[in-house]
């Protein structure tokens, strides 16, 4: 499992003082570019390859409020869903009080130059 620390920055936070909901996905995709990283896996490199990974279904549970200041880490777990779809589990931690703030799956695919889906070998070898 890898993990990413983050900490809420103020322009993070909506009207109401919590983290809006939207800026969760961005946590979530660098915390899974951040674990493809620690692997190896250069996203921006596949990209130049013409190799697009693309996420296809993001099912997230939000269960408490990120504020201001807060800091936090995010875990990534990968796994695969099919042939050519794989999941990163993932969920946000509160650091101060190791709280569960949200849970998420994100599925996604490989699309070659073609706009096909693909499983590449960079994303094979992590299932091994």
């Known amino acids: 499992m890898h993990r990413t620390e983050f900490k ?13 909901n939207a800026v969760y ?40 409020s990120l504020t201001s200041g807060d800091q936090f880490y995010v875990t990534t777990l990968y796994q695969p869903v099919s042939r050519l779809r794989f999941g990163f589990k993932q969920q946000v931690w509160r650091s101060a009080d190791q709280k569960l703030m949200l ?13 096909k889906p693909f499983l590449p070998p960079e994303l094979q070898l992590l299932l091994d």
Not at 12 to 18: A, S, T
Not at 33 to 45: C, K
């Open 8 to 20: 809420v920055r103020d322009y993070e936070c909506d009207m109401q003082g919590i983290v809006n």
């Open 25 to 64: 996905f961005n946590y979530l995709e660098h915390a899974r570019h951040e674990f493809l990283h620690s692997r190896q896996i250069d996203f921006a490199a596949l990209a130049r390859a013409k190799v697009n990974l693309v996420v296809v279904r993001a099912e997230m549970d939000y269960k408490a």
């Open 103 to 115: 849970e998420a799956l994100i599925t996604g695919t490989a699309l070659n130059e073609a706009g």
